[in-house]
DNA sequence: GTGAAAGCGCTAACAT
DNA sequence: ATGTTAGCGCTTTCAC
């Protein structure tokens, strides 16, 4: 039934050894005892057996992920990107999710330790503050890279999209279009990603010589529901903003509806432009403009990241790289008032 | 640096059996002894090294997972229910993408017998017809369950959503709001379940006392293109249709895109209602009548009975057992002419 | 270019 | 309730 390199020496009157080497394509085997175990393992079904691999050499082939959710798009993309990449290089994927909670974190860290894994790709959960259980890979020499979300702090590797620069062209645009009095809806500013987002919103006003006016900036938590009590925050203000750059693309989408229900025209009277581009933004009416983070590229520069660190185990590995994706702009209706935008 | 139960061993003064038993919890070993060992194991940091206890044990708590792509939404959302329950009954996940191929596929599955999976879970993809790389799944005693996309004819265990009953449902729900021209968009027949949710048009019509007209059905590919192809079709007959049920969302979505463009207003003039309930439909306008596949439990039902299906290897597993999930209607505005419908 | 021997870290018979 | 012994299947020195 399960045909080991026991049975294929036996066979051919070698040793084990000698057929590892044989299969592991050695250098120091003669061509015609490697045709012949390669010959004689596909006739009899030969499959190498991982696991004892493994335990022996210490290689697992296998890299861990963490992400928040799979039901959440951005992941699933970002995993697609690891995954296609991992798989033509021979890597398996561990998945796990955090469900954005620390604790669960924390379990999958240590089931990658166990499972020794070569390597880790993570997205930090949102109620992570702390991330000293991260640092534990390290200790046992397990390279880690993240993605989307990282530490600053942390001397870890991480690829990110420019978070900076995508809230700097998104609030340009708006200014471009000839929206002047432009408001941003945030998010929780104790995730880097939203501060930077603000941050270029800011940088952009600054840039235009418009001065930045804290009552255009609401507070939200990042949902359909913030954008909606944003609206209706702002329009009433005795001057409401005609424009609004959005965290992310829920939050724009929630501003969209609560618009249409006020009788606010989209992009006449108010330009929205969101962030992520959600696979419904092309769909909404009016569609909706927003900053493509690049998902898949995402996932294939962190693998290749990790991938390089995984080689680099002795060299120091105490560089800091950080690889900054560029966001890419995806102008849709809500935004646009100034061109001949294609119909729905 | 390493912690192994030598260590745990020699430090107690016990043999590594006692050791292993007593972090296995094991009946015949005393809890003075257990509680002596789980301590200085925390003490000492010791991890207990999966790849060696999987090599002697046979078992690695690991499941297989394949799907045609992380990107959608649909087998993400799948992913996320198998995760969160095999997380909790102890099985780590290895993930793969078919990309609707059956080379990777085959991939895959080599890949999970070397590393010695204990089942796996899989959604067939597109492509495939022939199966037989599955069935090496069986004769190497590795139990596999298929969700959503399953082959009829052979023995394999599977999950799936009543496809027949969605479609009897969706076109049900038409003739319920008046609606009497229905037609049907459908998609790749060799699928089984395109071929069901016709069927259940068909009996849904028949049930009503209404004939099939052949040239109410559309032979589309299942994306944005098909729905609109549709339209332009079903608006050149001399008597249109007065309601569409599509077979799933980007269809439906090509269709109002379509009427949208065509003046043809939607629930008055046209019904219509998709399958899967992306998660654009309730953003879109009109939104969109869809049918729920439960995609979160179909992942845990999928996960629940590949587990026993474990820990029953001895036994039979000649019987059948396929797990149809109820669909589960979400009535919204593109096929609700006769009920006053929550706004936008 | 191949063999001999050891061992990765754990678990499971079989003892007692 | 614990020890003895063996071995899962492979890779890897060290020989020659």
Redesign the interface.
């Given at each position: 039934m399960k045909v080991t390199i026991q049975d294929l020496a036996a066979q051919l009157h070698l040793t084990t050894a000698t057929v590892s080497r044989a299969l592991n394509n050695h250098p120091r085997i003669s061509d015609s005892t490697k045709k012949a175990v390669v010959e004689l393992a596909e006739k009899m079904n030969y499959?190498?057996?991982?696991?004892?691999s493994?335990?022996r050499s210490g290689k697992?082939h296998?890299i861990g992920v963490i992400i928040p959710?799979?039901?959440?798009?951005f992941?699933?993309?970002v995993?697609?990107g690891i995954?296609?990449i991992a798989?033509t290089n021979g890597y398996?994927?561990?998945?796990?999710?955090s469900?954005e909670s620390t604790e669960?974190e924390q379990?999958a860290i240590?089931?990658f330790?166990?499972?020794?894994v070569d390597g880790v790709l993570a997205s930090i959960a949102k109620e992570t503050t702390d991330i000293t259980h991260y640092l534990e890979l390290k200790s046992k020499g397990i390279p880690l890279v993240f993605f989307d979300r990282s530490k600053d702090m942390v001397n870890i590797p991480s690829v990110v999209v420019d978070d900076f620069k995508g809230g700097y062209m998104a609030t340009q645009h708006l200014l471009q279009q000839g929206y002047r009095r432009i408001a941003h809806i945030t998010g929780q500013l104790h995730l880097k990603i939203f501060n930077d987002r603000l941050n270029g919103y800011k940088s952009a006003l600054h840039a235009a010589g418009i001065e930045v006016d804290e009552s255009l900036i609401y507070y939200g938590n990042v949902s359909i529901e913030a954008g909606k009590e944003a609206i209706n925050y702002f329009f009433g203000m005795a001057e409401p903003p005609d424009g609004i750059f959005a965290v992310e693309d829920f939050t724009a989408?929630g501003v969209i509806?609560a618009a249409?229900?006020k009788g606010i025209s989209i992009p006449e009277q108010l330009g929205v432009i969101g962030f992520a581009n959600e696979?419904?933004d092309e769909?909404?009416?009016p569609s909706l403009s927003s900053m493509d983070q690049q998902t898949?590229l995402m996932g294939r520069e962190a693998f290749k990241l990790l991938l390089e660190l995984i080689y680099e185990k002795e060299e120091v590995q105490l560089k800091k790289v950080n690889v900054v994706l560029e966001p890419i702009a995806r102008f849709r209706q809500s935004s646009m008032r100034q061109m001949i935008v294609n119909?729905?």
């Open positions: 499959r190498r057996n991982r696991i004892a493994s335990l697992t296998t959710s799979a039901e959440i798009n992941f699933g993309s995993v697609h995954e296609s798989n398996n994927i561990l998945l796990y999710q469900n669960y379990k240590e089931t330790i166990d499972v020794r989408l509806k249409k229900e696979s419904f769909h909404i009416t898949v119909k729905l």
